[in-house]
């Protein structure tokens, strides 16, 4: 369980996040209609950060799921466990979300084992329905419970994607990188980084991206502009700064990092 991080936003100002269309109004017509949401797109493009804001703006507890390759359903639905010299059933992220009507998300939800697709088949429909075999209960969801997961369209495979029937049991949108005066200012404002300098390093991205399924699997996301911006604000070389954070964190190719180089070397000199 120790992959499963749990997270309340009730109380909070919603963390930042930036609209680039109509995606709040999608998500919170989804939650009052007790439907299902897919979101697409890839990696650090702001999905996480979107639902951390939704959730709290909604007012409702958030568990989120970072979902991989030894994820179950008992992970997500719970287990007994020895507490105390005794033995007790003990929730699951995805049964405190039905139990207490919060948000459950599920990050990359293609990369957990197919049982766990099973467990939300039952949710994701017009039953709204959990079913724990080992306790023998049926919980049905409140209206305030929704179920959210997201994945990355670039990596999936043939091994790995989700069944067009389960697909169909969400309604889904897509995200992207921002456009790059929208990034701009979302880099500017999470860094502190002046705007004019964040500029550059959005303009240095959209080269970097250009490259994606070519020499680099994927391409430079939002959340790397904001840390490589994070440490110039804090006084590091734009140089050093640029190669810890946009060139070591995309490949190990000794060749495409030289290319890399090279780029922000024109554009910073």
């Keep these: 369980m120790s992959h499963i991080a749990s997270l309340s936003e009730l109380g909070r100002e919603p963390p930042f996040y930036q609209p680039v269309g109509n995606e709040r109004a999608l998500f919170e017509q989804a939650y009052r209609q007790r439907l299902p949401l897919l979101l697409k797109g890839p990696t650090g493009c702001g999905k996480t950060r979107f639902v951390s804001h939704m959730a709290a703006r909604l007012g409702r507890p958030l568990y989120t799921v970072s979902c991989h390759d030894d994820l179950t359903a008992a992970d997500l639905t719970g287990r007994y466990l020895l507490q105390g010299g005794e033995t007790r059933w003990v929730d699951g992220p995805l049964t405190r979300a039905v139990r207490e009507g919060g948000i459950c998300y599920l990050d990359e939800v293609v990369e957990a084992r197919k049982d766990v697709t099973v467990v939300l088949h039952p949710l994701t429909d017009d039953r709204r329905l959990l ?3 080992r306790t023998g209960e049926l919980i049905e969801a409140p209206d305030d419970f929704m179920l959210v997961v997201s994945y990355n369209p670039g990596y999936q495979h043939i091994l790995k994607s989700l069944k067009p029937s389960t697909r169909q049991r969400f309604v889904a949108m897509s995200f992207d990188f921002p456009p790059p005066d929208i990034e701009c200012g979302i880099v500017a404002r999470e860094s502190g980084l002046a705007f004019d300098r964040c500029a550059a390093l959005v303009n240095l991205a959209t080269r970097l991206r250009a490259l994606k399924g070519q020499d680099l699997e994927e391409g430079v996301s939002t ?32 060749d495409v990092q030289e290319g890399l180089l090279e780029a922000i070397n024109a554009t910073f000199g």
Excluded at 234 to 253: C, F, K, N, Q, S
């Design 131 to 133: 079913p724990l075999e």
């Design 223 to 254: 959340r790397l502009l904001v840390y490589c911006a994070t440490l110039i604000q804090a006084g590091m070389p734009i140089l050093e700064a640029t190669r810890a954070t946009l060139v070591e964190p995309l490949t190990d190719d000794l």
